[in-house]
Nanobody, 123 residues
Framework: QVQLVEAGGGSVQDGGSLRLSCTTS????????MGWFRQAPGKEREGVAT????????EYADSVKGRFIISRDNAKNTIYLQMNNLKPEDTAMYYC????????????????WGQGTQVTVGS
């Protein structure tokens, strides 16, 4: 069974920063399209950022470009989402996803999902 273990959520004030992490097995991580998605109450899930673990190529949603950075650590089978200049509208449950099929961007079809970690940004 594939497991994606997320960590790093929490509560911050407007303009603050948080870093999320997502760790999985080597088999799931290697040469995989992985990414971060979020879902706020009453809203549909939306893609935030993706990374191809083989090359490190990253893609971002327009809403987070210039504020969020997705990265990877191949030795730890882990991807990260560094979130800077957080805004109240970034408040959501954030989910890690893996094994995206097709071109590796937020529109890829992902097979595996984590349980989510809550991010809350106060105004």
């Amino acid at each position: 069974q594939v497991q994606l273990v997320e960590a790093g959520g929490g509560s911050v004030q407007d303009g603050g920063s948080l870093r999320l992490s997502c760790t999985t097995s080597r088999d799931t991580y290697t040469a995989s399209c992985m990414g971060w998605f979020r879902q706020a109450p009453g809203k549909e899930r939306e893609g935030v950022a993706t990374i191809y673990t083989g090359s490190g190529n990253a893609e971002y949603a327009d809403s987070v470009k210039g504020r969020f950075i997705i990265s990877r650590d191949n030795a730890k089978n882990t991807i990260y989402l560094q979130m800077n200049n957080l805004k109240p509208e970034d408040t959501a449950m954030y989910y890690c996803a893996a094994n995206g099929r097709g071109y590796c961007d937020i529109w890829a079809d992902f097979n595996y999902w984590g349980q989510g970690t809550q991010v809350t940004v106060g105004s």
